[in-house]
Nanobody, 117 residues
Framework: QVQLAESGGGLAQPGESLTLSCAAS?????????????ISWYRQAPGSARELVARILSSGSTDFADSVKGRFTISRDQTKNTAYLQMHNLTTEDTAVYFCMIPGVAWGQGTQLIVSS
């Protein structure tokens, strides 16, 4: 069974940058899984619904929510079975729990980001 584990969240100040990681594990089935299925990052702010932030498809093409376009990038490292969400120029509205997800396969448990001065 493939499992996802996010890391890298914490406390940041407005304007700062932070990178979240999503590591896949679970034996041979996890190998190359990001290449096969792609990876998505979602976030859920307090009192709000979970929303798609960014995704990278199996083809390698990417897609971003309007609220993060130009500030966030998404990437994957096949050799490490790890995906990343690089976040720049953070604002307080980026405060949320961030989840990674492989469509139809698994969700991570989430990592919290708080952006506050």
């Amino acid at each position: 069974q493939v499992q996802l584990a996010e890391s890298g969240g914490g406390l940041a100040q407005p304007g700062e940058s932070l990178t979240l990681s999503c590591a896949a594990s679970g034996g041979r089935r996890s190998e190359g899984i990001f290449r096969l299925y792609g990876i998505s990052w979602y976030r859920q702010a307090p009192g709000s619904a979970r929303e798609l932030v960014a995704r990278i498809l199996s083809s390698g093409s990417t897609d971003f929510a309007d609220s993060v376009k130009g500030r966030f990038t998404i990437s994957r490292d096949q050799t490490k079975n790890t995906a990343y969400l690089q976040m720049h120029n953070l604002t307080t509205e980026d405060t949320a729990v961030y989840f990674c997800m492989i469509p139809g396969v698994a969700w991570g448990q989430g990592t919290q980001l708080i952006v506050s001065s």
